[in-house]
């Protein structure tokens, strides 16, 4: 259990930390306007250039193979192996996640002429959804699966989720999908990783 805890903690941490930092560093040196575009046009090497297209996509690999190792350790640690829901949902996050690190973004129209490029930024819109959608669910799958184990933290912890995924609706009806939503979203998710994180170290 002991390593299984300090695994929780490092990855835990990492994970919470490495994404939004990232994020964080890279728009304080280009010109990103967080209102009218999203986190995903630093993958368009034409708008930033085949570096930040790179870091992207690394960035967002080792973001799912955090996600993948994090939830892995703490379902090791409850026991939780015997949720298929739960497992399903970390296999959707993982691949979802990966997968749209390899699919960049870009800004050509829907068209038959433009066939390959539309297709392209069609499914990269459809994976972001996916993982948009399917992170929360995961969580909120987390939780009920823990309550048996952990009423206290099974409890604060889908309050903590559910006050992420308000704070993310509000700004997504209020400005749509664009960047600023995306960080909302982000920092949420890292704020629920590091409540979770510190309350499995002191169970």
Same mark, same amino acid.
């Not at 929780?8 to 009218?36: C, E, M, W, Y």
């Given at each position: 259990?002991?390593?299984?805890?300090l695994?929780?903690?490092?990855?835990?941490?990492?994970?919470?930390?490495?994404?939004? !930092?990232?994020?964080? #560093?890279?728009? =304080?040196? /280009?010109? *990103?306007?967080?209102?009218?575009? &999203? @986190?995903?046009?630093?993958?368009?090497?034409?708008?930033?250039?085949?570096?930040?297209?790179?870091?992207?996509?690394?960035?967002?690999?080792?973001?799912?193979?955090?996600?993948?190792?994090?939830?892995?350790?703490?379902?090791?640690?409850?026991?939780? !192996?015997?949720?298929? #829901?739960?497992? =399903?949902? /970390?296999? *959707?996050?993982?691949?979802?996640? &990966? @997968?749209?690190?390899?699919?960049?973004?870009?800004?050509?129209?829907?068209?038959?002429?433009?066939?390959?490029?539309?297709?392209?930024?069609?499914?990269?819109?459809?994976?972001?959804?996916?993982?948009?959608?399917?992170?929360?669910?995961?969580?909120?799958?987390?939780?009920?699966?823990?309550?048996?184990?952990?009423?206290?933290?099974?409890?604060?912890?889908?309050?903590?989720?559910?006050?992420?995924?308000?704070?993310?609706?509000?700004?997504f009806?209020?400005?749509g999908?664009?960047?600023?939503?995306?960080?909302?979203?982000?920092?949420?998710?890292?704020?629920?990783?590091?409540?979770?994180?510190?309350?499995?170290?002191?169970?």
């Amino acid at each position: 259990m002991f390593w299984i805890k300090l695994g929780i903690l490092l990855i835990g941490f990492l994970f919470a930390g490495i994404l939004p !930092g990232a994020v964080r #560093k890279s728009i =304080q040196h /280009i010109k *990103i306007d967080l209102n009218t575009q &999203t @986190l995903s046009f630093l993958s368009n090497k034409s708008l930033y250039g085949k570096e930040y297209a790179k870091g992207y996509k690394r960035l967002l690999f080792a973001s799912s193979i955090l996600l993948y190792t994090f939830f892995w350790l703490l379902s090791e640690f409850y026991d939780l !192996g015997q949720h298929e #829901k739960l497992m =399903q949902y /970390i296999d *959707i996050c993982v691949a979802s996640l &990966t @997968l749209l690190a390899f699919v960049p973004h870009n800004l050509k129209p829907y068209s038959l002429d433009n066939f390959t490029p539309a297709l392209q930024r069609f499914f990269h819109n459809l994976l972001a959804v996916v993982v948009f959608l399917s992170i929360p669910a995961l969580i909120v799958t987390y939780q009920f699966a823990i309550i048996e184990h952990k009423q206290f933290l099974g409890l604060s912890g889908l309050i903590v989720i559910g006050l992420v995924v308000l704070a993310t609706a509000l700004s997504f009806l209020k400005s749509g999908i664009n960047g600023a939503t995306e960080l909302l979203f982000i920092n949420g998710i890292s704020i629920w990783t590091i409540f979770v994180t510190i309350l499995t170290i002191l169970s």
